[in-house]
């Protein structure tokens, strides 16, 4: 199985400032990498797939990157609404996989 | 709109059984790949398994942790799918999300999510 590694487990920002989650992979998922979104109480909301493909509806202040083992989401200009748990996840390999999580809190 | 609606949740004894059902409006059910997500409280999300469209075999692909005990199927003509949960352990205690991915992800990139059931696993 694939281990996914999100870095770091808590980021502190303040809104207007850009924050980067980092999220690393045990072996090459190539570019099949998911990031989604998750409020206190909500569902998980999906975020970018294919590594750097927006979902639908997610601002463009979002933007995703890496391919191989190492993969970060750019969160520019944060507002509010932002402030959220991240979860990446691989599914280049069954069984796919999710990382542990990076709460984005209000610094 | 695409819709999913899981039911079946509930309390149960180790070792007993529970079925939970997603149905599922909104989409041309039989082209779909379908997974079930679980979150403990607390937790982060884990995988269960995801079933494939009829037209990919229909068959399903399960996680560790639950292989052997839980059983995914679907059916068609009620655009719906089910999660046949036995030998229920304690740490099968969660909330359990009915989910449908991106068009040809596999069911990887989990675009739509139901608003999920609980099960709790309690003596």
């Known amino acids: 199985e694939i281990v996914m590694t999100q870095s770091p487990g808590t980021l502190s920002a303040s809104a207007g400032e850009t924050a980067t989650l980092s999220c690393r992979a045990s072996?090459?998922?190539?570019?099949?990498l998911v990031w989604y979104q998750q409020k206190p109480g909500q569902i998980p909301r999906l975020v970018m797939y294919?590594?750097?493909t927006r979902a639908t509806g997610v601002p463009a202040r979002f933007s995703g990157s890496g391919s191989g083992t190492d993969f970060a989401l750019t969160i520019s200009s944060l507002q509010s609404e932002d402030f959220a748990v991240y979860f990446c996840?691989?599914?280049?390999?069954?069984?796919?996989?999710f990382g542990q999580g990076t709460k984005l809190e209000i610094k | 709109e695409v819709q999913l609606v899981e039911s079946g949740g509930g309390l149960v004894k180790p070792g007993g059984s529970l079925r939970l059902s997603c149905a599922v409006s909104?989409?041309?059910?039989?082209?779909?790949?379908m997974t079930w997500v679980r979150q403990a409280a607390g937790r982060g999300l884990e995988y269960i398994g995801r079933?494939?469209?009829?037209?990919?075999?229909?068959?399903?692909d399960y996680t560790a942790p639950v292989t052997g005990r839980f059983t995914i199927s679907r059916d068609d003509s009620k655009s719906a799918i089910y999660l046949q949960m036995n030998s229920l352990k304690a740490e099968d205690s969660a909330v359990y999300y009915c989910?449908?991915?991106?068009?040809?992800?596999?069911?990887?990139?989990?675009?739509?999510w139901g608003q999920g059931t609980l099960v709790t696993v309690s003596s």
């Open positions: 996840q691989q599914y280049n390999n069954w069984p796919y996989s």
């Open positions: 079933i494939k469209s009829e037209a990919n075999g229909g068959t399903a």
């Open positions: 989910t449908k991915d991106v068009a040809y992800t596999g069911g990887g990139a989990l675009e739509y």
């Open positions: 072996q090459s998922v190539n570019s099949n």
């Open positions: 909104g989409l041309t059910f039989r082209d779909t790949w």
């Open positions: 294919g590594a750097s």
